[in-house]
């Protein structure tokens, strides 16, 4: 009983010291509650209406929407992005997790120097590796098609999937491994059923980073897949804002970047209670 | 000895051979265009012409080194209120907040819009000189000064931009922390509590170190996505916003009618990636925490 | 835990939901050949033209593949397709395949081409086309010369606008490479109804008649000028084309930076200085972000004139509505210039046939570009995207927006780049756009532009 009133007392301290950290939290996500709200509005609202002040005055207007759906093959695109986001992530964890695994586990040779290989990896800008990527692509003739741009997907997350992941394993203690090794486990074994879930927030994290990195990336999608039944969700869109700035529709702008963003964001909402709620709840109980 | 040597090779070889093949090779080829008078980015490489380092001579005379320093400052400034706003609320939002995950979904909301569209809602919306939301709420409260505040003369474009960018990339930062932090065990954070630690030290002497590695992380995932740093400087127009991605598409690709040149790109890109490796060479001096159990 | 690796065998499961209806997926809705201008403009008038019936006679046959830089949700993107449906189905033995690419196929179709993937046609900004592609370009001479349904008994060369047969021969050294569509031009945008409220009726023709204009709509309440970032370097760049002509306007932009150093430059930028102090642009220049100064002139019908391309009407078009009236008049011929009004910034669009296309091929090409270009769907194109008609048929009418510059390429015997040649340097493009509005904005002397200008090429 006693006991209980303490812990509520140190509840009741921590949330009133927590009180500025409230007011700022509030604020910032009202600021974006606003700014995702303007582009709602303007996108139900007429051009003219964006540029004199005057949002929604002529009621919302549905059809900007519609001439973006009827227009922007968004549905095939949308199907199209979601295989390549999905396949491309959990190819890429299938590889590199087993090798950012290996890297921070093993100390051999040339250890150091793909580490190192990798980081090159990252910041070299993305327009010239794709230049002589697609010539290696082309000369296999195998251009435009959903299976080439997955795999394109899969090597170039490698450099980042693989770095993203060395801290979490080098962070687990190897005693895990050694108890399985003990019980005659796989090195292989060891790895997916013990090593892996124990990465989980990491792996979590990467996963959804991942997925929308490829969910929004278009300069790939354009070279590579970029025919009307392989073209992907953002390829659709950027060619939908171009041709709306280019043409002065403002609105149909703003409707494609909603109608684009709104399955992304509800998906997200839906998928970061389960994953990362699951995944702390999960925690390390070793 | 044998049987680890094959199994390192299982581990790492899926991910490494397709690495080396088809990322090691552009890379390569992108380093030995730099030193090549090149007419378009996939000509055959015997058409390509020596010219040593003359490349590199002609990045100076370019609008290149501003971009780079204005990458610095990118990477500098932003970098540091993101990196102290983003650990601000990965601590709060795991010390006990109500509606933990509501404010975690929102915060990292601006990260799944496209960036090109928050460019204009900023521009067009937020810092707009004739009905702009800052505006009307810096005139509601009578701060008139602050209400005409030009953030989108020239002069103030990067101030601006930086501002949106922070923005956006301050979710994406708190998530990785909060992944990290919410890995510490909730017990040392109750121990502390009942010894009467103040958040402040709790977060100085348990939170802090134990996310080193993450944090050590972060800062090579920062420096690499600055040096992607485009989209925004395509919205944000004035002569102190032009990055060097920007810069080296234009070479590229060319606006309208300006001339290319292949090699000058190619050169640097290679400065671009060679910064990025220094400061993951500076990070790596940094020791990290290898002894401490979890 | 459980549930990442629930999750992850999830992602595994949809995968192969979706690697199983990807396939299908593949398959979409073509186009119905309707088109939504995105405007209230649309009328009876915008109908598409009636597909003939298959015209048995007609020898073309060829598979085309035809790569387009609009894309396919613009008004452009929406009438090529449309064309491209009723040539397939008048031409029964033709094929065509667009690949829309938008802006990105100056990245995009140089790999492709080389990779020697099988594209028939291309079109692009015409700079881009001779710029970028000049290997892949085929010889349209033979083309040129001959006579198409559209062209009414004349030949190809003979029926579209003479400075742009000009311009394609121009720009292939001496060979057609492209058949030239959508031109475009810059010059001054004006709002009629503020000129003829404040009585001004002549057009200016030289700068000092434009600064009188100026202050006659400044003492009746008017703002002259306004410009968005993205244009602002027009105004002052097609002065200094005007005072220096082409060869010395390059120098200035791709140049080592002495031409900075002529003292007549530093006195038309004087006259900018000039006219800032006398609040000649808009207050707010400084901070408009493209297109707010676009969208204010139009709105609030209180700016009277902006420089900028010939598109920059149909752009605000929504805003503007049907009544407005733009004007038009060409930029005024300065003191002391070398250009005495003969030369123009002007450009088009090309449309290039692969060299490597099979002589059935590019026949079936050529028909292609001129049924899209002239006669009915070149109708259309200017209809439905108020484009301005390649033709040169005294008949068919310029759109009702931009009528006022129709007789702009009369007496244009000399081309400056479509955006002058100040813009040919991408890379000082920024400083000098900076520069122009912190002159226009009264917050920079002329000395000082042009050491910052200077200060670029150091």
Known sequence: MNNNIKTNNIRLRQQVRLIPGYILLILWCLFIVVMLGWIVIASLSTTKEIFSDNLLRSGPHWDNYTHVIKNGHLVTAFLNSLLYSASSVFFSILICAPAAYGLARFKFKFSEAIKRLLVIGLGVPGVMIIMPLFSLVSALNVSNSKITLIVIYVVTSIPFSTFYLLPAFTDISDSYEEAAAIDGCGPLRTFWTIVFPLAGNSITTLVIFQFIGKWNEYFMALIFAGSTENMSLSVALYQLIVAMTREGGWSGMFAAVTFVSAPTIIIYILLSKRLIGGATAGGLKG | MRQKKTTIFIFIAPAIIPFLAFFCYPVLRTFLMSFFDVEQISSKIVTWKFVGLDNYFTLKATSFPNSLMMLFKVWLCCGIVVFILSLLFATMLTSGVYGKGFFRSMLYLTNVIPQIALGYMWTLYVFSSRFGMLKKLFNSVGLEKAASFAWTSPDNMFISMCIAYVFSCTGYFMLQYMAAIEAIPKSLYEAAEIDGATKFSQFLNITFPLIRNTLVTSLTLWTSRVCAFFALSRVFISSKTVSPLMYIYNVLFGTDSSNTAVGVGAAASVIVALIVVAVFMISNLIPKNKDIEL | ?458
């Not at chain 3, 598409?48 to 046959?61: F, G, H, I, R, Y």
């Not at chain 3, 700068?207 to 709509?217: H, P, Q, R």
């Not at chain 3, 300065?334 to 002589?359: F, P, R």
């Not at chain 3, 009418?397 to 081309?415: F, L, Q, S, V």
């Open chain 3, 1 to 458: 835990m459980k549930k990442v690796v629930n999750l992850f065998s999830t992602v595994a499961l949809s995968l192969c939901f979706l690697c199983a209806c990807g396939g299908n997926s593949a398959t979409t809705s073509g186009g119905d050949g309707s088109v939504k201008s995105g405007s209230g403009n649309e009328s009876s008038e915008n109908a598409t033209p009636e597909v003939k019936q298959a015209d048995a006679d007609s020898k073309l046959n060829a598979d085309i593949v035809y790569w387009s830089s609009y894309t396919e949700s613009s008004n452009y993107g929406q009438s090529i397709k449309a064309a491209a449906d009723a040539f397939m189905k008048e031409n029964p033995g033709v094929k065509i395949s667009i690949s829309f690419q938008g802006t990105d196929i100056s990245s995009t179709l140089t790999p492709a081409l080389q990779a020697g993937n099988n594209i028939t046609m291309f079109e692009a900004n015409s700079d881009n086309v001779v710029r970028l592609w000049k290997d892949y370009l085929m010889d349209l001479g033979e083309f040129y010369e001959k006579t198409y349904p559209q062209t009414g008994g004349k030949s190809y060369a003979d029926s579209i606008l003479p400075a742009y047969e000009n311009l394609a021969k121009t720009q292939g050294d001496g060979k057609y490479v492209y058949f030239p569509y959508t031109p475009q031009f810059l010059n001054v945008w004006y709002n009629k109804d503020i000129f003829e409220e404040c009585g001004i009726t002549e057009k200016p023709k030289t700068w000092d008649e434009m600064m009188e204009v100026c202050a006659t709509l400044k003492k009746n309440g008017y703002t002259p000028f306004t410009s968005d970032q993205n244009h602002i370097d027009y105004n002052l760049s097609l002065y200094l084309e005007r005072l220096l002509g082409a060869e010395g306007t390059n120098e200035l932009a791709n140049g080592d930076g002495s031409a900075w150093d002529n003292p007549e430059v530093l006195k038309a930028v004087k006259k900018f200085e000039d006219a800032a102090s006398k609040g000649y642009w808009a207050e707010n220049i400084m901070t408009v972000v493209t297109p707010e100064a676009q969208q204010e002139m139009v709105l609030d019908k209180k700016i009277a004139m902006y420089v900028c391309g010939s598109w920059m009407p149909n752009n605000v078009r929504e805003s503007a509505g049907d009544d407005f009236r733009w004007g038009s008049f060409t930029y005024p011929l300065v003191e002391n210039g070398a250009d005495d009004g003969s030369s123009l910034c002007y450009g088009c669009y090309g449309i290039a046939i692969n060299k490597n296309a099979t002589a059935e091929e590019a026949e079936a090409c050529a028909a292609f570009a001129t049924y899209l270009t002239l006669g009915e769907w070149g109708d259309y194109m200017v209809k439905n995207c108020n484009a301005i008609p390649i033709t040169n048929d005294p008949n068919v009418k310029w759109p009702k927006m931009i009528a006022d510059a129709e007789h702009i390429y009369d007496g244009i015997t000399n081309r400056w780049p479509a955006h002058g040649h100040m813009r040919t340097n991408g890379d000082f493009l920024p400083v000098f756009q900076s520069a122009c509005t912190k002159l226009y904005g009264g917050k920079m002397t002329a000395e000082e532009f042009i050491a910052e200008c200077k200060a670029y090429f150091k």
